[in-house]
């Protein structure tokens, strides 16, 4: 079965400070790693992650991919306070599926002003 | 262009009575997705469907819960009967098909009670 493990599960901090969200899984037929946003209650996605060492940016997070280790990081800097969030893991089945997910359990950022 | 729309958003009920929820998902998405989040977890498919059939139910406790998604656009969910442990948040997703991977959108949800 598959599964994915995030860490921390919360997070607080405060405007302007850095975090590192982690990401480890363990899937059968691993071909891609996911993070969304979840604020209130609809996950948006952020990043897809194919290949290892290679980062995707967006504004002030990005995200990297190690698939020799099976994990990942997202990174936020200069953090806001409406970064406050859920920030959502997962991956995509194997085989000839790619909708099944395999979600972490999330992590609870909280940035205070 | 519309999002997956759902309703109702909130629902409380007893236990044991029986609720159904509805899912509008973007036009032309020919896949339609079912995940159940649970207050503090990630969300956990239910079931998935390809068009009108099923591609995957192998987490939807079949005892309670039903789907169905007749001409292969609108999708209903019900829990019949539901218990305490049903309260969570219904989440509906909506993707194209394609060779690859092909992003999913997610509806507001629905957040069930049962008291």
């Known amino acids: 079965e598959d599964k994915v493990v995030q860490s921390p599960l919360s997070l607080v901090v405060h405007e302007g400070d850095t975090v590192t969200l982690n990401c480890s899984y363990e899937?059968?037929?691993?071909?891609?790693l996911l993070w969304y946003k979840q604020e209130k209650k609809a996950p948006t996605f952020l990043f897809m992650l194919t290949s290892s060492g290679i980062e995707k940016k967006s504004g002030r997070l990005s995200s990297i991919l190690d698939k020799k280790e099976l994990f990942s990081i997202l990174n936020i800097t200069a953090t806001q306070t409406g970064d406050s969030a859920v920030y959502l893991c997962a991956a995509p089945a194997g085989g000839t599926s790619y909708g099944k997910l395999t979600f972490g359990q999330g992590t609870i950022l909280t940035v205070h002003p | 262009e519309a999002g997956v729309a759902q309703s109702p958003r909130y629902k409380i009920i007893e236990k044991r009575q029986s609720v159904a929820f509805w899912c509008n998902p973007i036009?032309?998405?020919?896949?339609l997705y079912w995940y159940q989040q649970i207050l503090g977890q990630g969300p956990k498919l239910l079931i998935q469907f390809q068009n009108n059939g099923v591609v995957d139910d192998s987490q939807l406790p079949k005892d309670r819960f039903s789907a169905e998604r007749l001409k292969g656009v609108d999708s209903t969910l019900k829990i019949q009967p539901a218990k305490l442990e049903d309260s969570a948040v219904y989440l509906c997703?909506?993707?194209?098909?394609?060779?690859?991977?092909?992003?999913?959108?997610f509806g507001q949800g629905t957040r069930l009670t049962v008291v």
């Open positions: 036009s032309g998405h020919a896949t």
């Open positions: 899937v059968t037929n691993f071909r891609s």
């Open positions: 997703a909506s993707s194209l098909v394609g060779r690859g991977y092909t992003e999913a959108f």
